[in-house]
């Protein structure tokens, strides 16, 4: 088993599976319920789409709203122990299997009781989700260790998570809904036993003579500094996540081979994360971050100019990106392993600064559709439409706006790590 963190140059890799195997089951519940959910209960169950939206926008406003407050509460279990955060966790992945399966069989009927059944089924599925996120995030976190130690940590996490997404992305349609819950349920089951065996993290030794469990993250000028370049990087990589299925289908006019499209790009950048752990190794967490976003735009830079066709050189495109997606997987969350550690909140506030950072991931998905969607509709652009100005701008947001973001988020870093010489250590 791993010795302590800190002094630990390699990260066993039974270690690294132990602790990272949940995130596989957990992107489960993420991708299905943005994916098939909406389409389940609009042409399967027949919901009305005003009333599904307004459902919808409620329920996913609520679950991140509450995240801070479910990071306070998993900080109170951590500090009680890993057994008591396990049980929990455990407690709170039954609920949401439970909820996930209700998901996908409403009541027949009534468009008010359907709606309603959505309403508690996925706040049920989302809520629980959260807290077995956050409580899985702060259990690693609370290793603390040296950049590349924590890229290490968070590369298995978000391998796992690649793993999940791949698997979720076709499971549904090879095997059906009522498969997917019983896959779900079973990778959840063996992921906490394998984290139940896995020895207990030795947290950083805090001060006695102050009480710092109730300081905010938000006086902590490193997080908000961060934070700003999470969401600014963040932003730039939902647009595309939103506007890729208009793109393939309206642009490229290939829509059968939006699957093939996903497959390269999430490969790529399963393949890519060891990469990136390499590289903090040489360079250090902040300059390795800043040269995957310069390398994302230099990949997808070349999107706008692509049209009818070019779907072969837009999967090339996809792989370029997903391998620079890699630094943005595993080097964002060991940055926050650092500035949390260096705050003297490890080991008693991870949870209260994972809330404000899983808020702000699913808020990222929300700005994004909310920037992306009224500029086109502004721009003339349609669903379906061949207008070539509309397309143009199309290509423009899809590819153009995202490089901006990309640009900006870059500048944010560089100016945080003049303040925060740390971020720059390998």
């Known amino acids: 088993m791993a010795s302590h963190p800190a002094a630990a140059p390699l990260l ?12 596989a089951p957990l992107a489960f519940v993420s991708l299905p319920l943005y994916v098939n959910l909406p389409y389940h ?43 008591p955060a396990w049980w929990a966790a455990a407690l709170a992945s039954l609920l949401m299997v439970l909820g996930f399966w209700a998901l996908w069989h409403p009541p027949r009927g009534a468009q008010a009781a359907m709606l309603g059944w959505l309403a508690c089924s996925l706040l049920v599925c989302t809520l629980a989700y959260s807290f077995v996120t956050i409580v899985h995030q ?9 950049p590349a130690w924590r890229a290490r940590v968070t590369a298995w996490r978000e391998g796992a998570t690649l793993g999940g997404v791949l698997l979720a992305s076709v499971l549904p349609a090879w095997l059906g809904l009522d498969a997917t819950s019983a896959v779900l349920a079973l990778g959840l089951a063996l992921a906490l036993v394998g984290l139940y065996r896995l020895k207990a993290p030795v947290t950083l030794p805090q001060q006695a003579t102050a009480d710092t469990s109730r300081i905010s ?56 994360l060891p990469l990136w752990v390499k590289a903090v190794s040489r360079w250090g967490l902040a300059p390795s971050w800043r040269a995957g976003m310069l390398a994302s735009v230099l990949a997808f830079g070349f999107t706008p100019w692509l049209g009818t066709g070019d779907g072969l050189a837009f999967a090339v495109i996809c792989l370029a990106s997903g391998l620079a997606l890699g630094a ?23 949870g209260r600064y994972l809330g404000w950072w899983t808020c702000a991931t699913k808020l990222n998905l929300a700005l994004a559709a909310g920037l992306a969607l ?45 303040l925060h010489s740390s971020w720059r250590h390998t």
């Open 41 to 83: 209960y609009a042409s399967v169950a027949g919901a009305p789409l005003a009333g599904l939206g307004a459902v919808l926008l409620a329920t996913r406003a609520f679950d991140a709203l509450v995240d801070p407050a479910i990071g306070r509460q998993a900080d109170r279990l951590l500090r009680r122990g890993m057994r």
């Open 138 to 146: 702060a259990w690693g976190t609370r290793w603390g260790g040296q």
């Open 374 to 418: 009224p500029l086109l509709s502004v721009a003339g652009y349609r669903s379906g439409s061949t207008d070539p100005a509309g397309l143009q701008a199309l290509a423009w947001a899809y590819g153009g706006l995202p490089c901006l973001l990309k640009l900006a988020a870059a500048g944010l870093l560089w100016r945080a790590e003049r």
């Open 328 to 350: 943005d997987l595993a080097l964002p969350g060991a940055l926050l392993t650092g500035v949390i550690h260096e705050s003297g909140q490890g080991g008693q506030g991870e």
């Open 12 to 23: 066993p890799w039974r270690t690294g599976l132990a602790y990272g195997g949940l995130a």
């Open 217 to 272: 993250p938000w006086a902590d000028a490193g997080f908000r500094r961060l934070l700003a370049v999470f969401m600014v990087n963040g932003v730039a990589a939902a647009i595309p996540a939103t506007l890729l299925p208009f793109f393939v289908a309206d642009r490229l006019q290939v829509p059968g081979m939006q699957p093939l499209l996903l497959l390269c790009f999430f490969g790529a950048a399963a393949l890519g």
